[in-house]
């Protein structure tokens, strides 16, 4: 498919965006833009402050990710290396058997991780394809593992029986602003992305969204996009901060990168305006310094992906994460009690 080129009609879900006004309030960007021009230090003690009242701040929760199904997306995201519009050299893959999912979230919690994230490379799930899925949430969850799925749009009946099989998290990222949105990706627009969130909470699954810098946006993007899931009718479960990975052959390849302390800004923004969240440093881990990850841990960031690869990129990886964790005196966070007691 080329880019651009905009798939009729909100076919398979979402089937009435009936939306009005801006995502983000003019009133919450404006209180949200005065905490981000704060100085640093004070900006930071004031995140470390927020963090404390909720969390352990010496505990990250870890999570792990799996690509499920790989590549062949119908959808235009420009960042993104499993896109069939951008030519990444990327082999696609059919969604993978239940087992396999099942033992490498096993090998996964035998190396700590205690959230098992699935990721598959689709604009939405098809019907088809929806008790493979299932069946997967069923079996990780067997194992006393947090369950997480990205499967793109979700109808209502969809997002019901992930419900129904214990799916704990659902990831939906908005990415960036609503305005910056159309420069990113024109095959589905911001209410699309609103509406699942919707759908899936009304379901009564967790949500995780978030989103990723380094697209080309500017602050005031950044801004509006944290003040957006802050906005939301209730603020997300979960938010994974990404710095871009860049992938050769996507249009975003050369982006420019983001200054490491506009970063760690953006993180601290996410703490304060979502109080009782768990914010993720999620990808570009891997390019980024252990200062850096230190300051967004001190800025109230307080889980990751750890392993040695997200969903086609790499990863920091264990042994680079083990040292890190002991240079910052960390932990990982444990199990909810519900499930530790599966796990014993
Ligand atoms: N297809 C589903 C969807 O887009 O909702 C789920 C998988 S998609 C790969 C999950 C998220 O990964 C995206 O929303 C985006 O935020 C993030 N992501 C994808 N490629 C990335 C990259 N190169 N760098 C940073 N984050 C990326
Ligand atoms: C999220 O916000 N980040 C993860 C997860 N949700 C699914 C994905 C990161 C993908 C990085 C690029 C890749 O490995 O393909
Ligand atoms: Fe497809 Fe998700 Fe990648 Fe977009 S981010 S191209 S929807 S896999």
Request: include cysteine.
């Amino acid at each position: 498919m080329r880019r651009g080129e905009l798939i009729d009609g909100r076919d398979s879900a979402n089937a009435t965006a009936t939306r009005s006004g801006p995502a983000a309030s003019a009133e919450g960007i404006a209180a949200a833009e005065k905490i981000y021009e704060m100085p640093f230090a004070d900006l930071l003690f004031r995140a470390q402050t927020v963090h404390r009242a909720h969390f352990d701040a010496n505990e990250i929760q870890t999570s792990r990710l799996l690509s499920i199904k790989t590549g062949g997306c119908p959808e235009d995201c420009s960042y993104c290396s499993q896109s069939a519009c951008n030519e990444t050299g990327l082999t696609a893959s059919k969604l993978m058997e239940v087992q396999r999912v099942v033992d490498e979230a096993a090998r996964a919690k035998a190396e700590g991780a205690t959230r098992w994230c699935m990721g598959a490379a689709w604009r939405s799930p098809k019907e088809r394809d929806m008790p493979t899925v299932l069946a997967m949430v069923r079996g990780v969850k067997a194992l006393g593992m947090e369950t997480c799925m990205t499967l793109g749009m979700l109808t209502p009946g969809q997002a019901g029986a992930l419900a129904d099989a214990g799916l704990d998290y659902y990831n939906h990222n908005v990415d960036t602003s609503e305005d910056f949105y159309p420069e990113v990706v024109t095959t589905r627009t911001y209410a699309d992305r609103l509406d699942t969130l919707d759908t899936v909470r009304a379901a009564g699954i967790k949500v995780c969204s978030g989103g990723i810098l380094g697209l080309g946006e500017g602050v005031d993007d950044r801004i509006a996009m944290l003040v957006a899931l802050a906005e939301l009718p209730s603020p997300p479960d979960s938010v994974p901060i990404n710095m871009l990975v860049p992938v050769e052959g996507t249009p975003l390849a050369q982006a420019p990168k983001v200054d490491p302390l506009d970063f760690v800004r953006v993180v601290a923004l996410a703490r304060i305006l979502m109080p009782t969240s768990w914010v993720r440093l999620s990808a570009g881990r891997a390019e980024m310094s252990d200062e850096t990850q230190a300051l967004c841990f001190l800025a109230g960031a307080n889980s990751i992906f750890v392993g040695d690869t997200l969903l086609t990129t790499g990863n920091a990886g264990e042994d680079r994460d083990a040292a890190l964790f002991r240079r910052l005196g960390l932990r990982p966070a444990r199990l909810p009690e519900a499930l530790a007691e599966v796990a014993e």
